[in-house]
């Protein structure tokens, strides 16, 4: 069975940074598309960042500049490296893993395009 597990999360001020980790069983990495998404308390959930099979990079709007995803493939780790944290980004992130490397993080009904999930792990940025 696939497993996704995130760790990393925690209490930081805003302007910090923190590392967020996904580790994948039942499921190589190297060979599929990760995804992380966060859901802030009364909103949706809302894609953040993606890696796809060649290693090539997205992210959304909200994060460009200052999230930075990357893989990890001996260790079948998904990471997302975040800074100049604002409280605005407060929220449960949760890693999610595609098929057909297809891991879309904008548009309608993406949730819904993944069928793997981790349990999330909650980020909290106090100004």
């Known amino acids: 069975a696939v497993q996704l597990v995130e760790s990393g999360g925690g209490s930081v001020q805003a302007g910090g940074s923190l590392s967020l980790s996904c580790l994948a069983s039942g499921y190589l990495v190297r060979y599929n598309c990760v995804s992380w998404f966060r859901q802030a308390t009364g909103k949706e959930r809302e894609g953040v960042a993606t890696?796809?099979?060649?290693?090539?990079?997205d992210y959304v709007d909200a994060v460009r500049g200052r999230f930075t995803i990357s893989r990890d493939n001996a260790k079948n780790t998904v990471y997302l490296q975040m800074n100049a944290l604002t409280a605005e980004d407060s929220a449960m992130y949760y890693c999610?893993?595609?098929?057909?490397?297809?891991?879309?993080?904008?548009?309608?009904?993406?949730?819904?395009?993944?069928?793997?999930w981790g349990q999330g792990t909650q980020v909290t940025v106090s100004s």
């Open positions: 890696i796809n099979v060649g290693g090539v990079t």
């Open positions: 999610a893993a595609g098929s057909r490397n297809y891991c879309p993080i904008q548009g309608p009904r993406i949730s819904g395009q993944y069928p793997y």
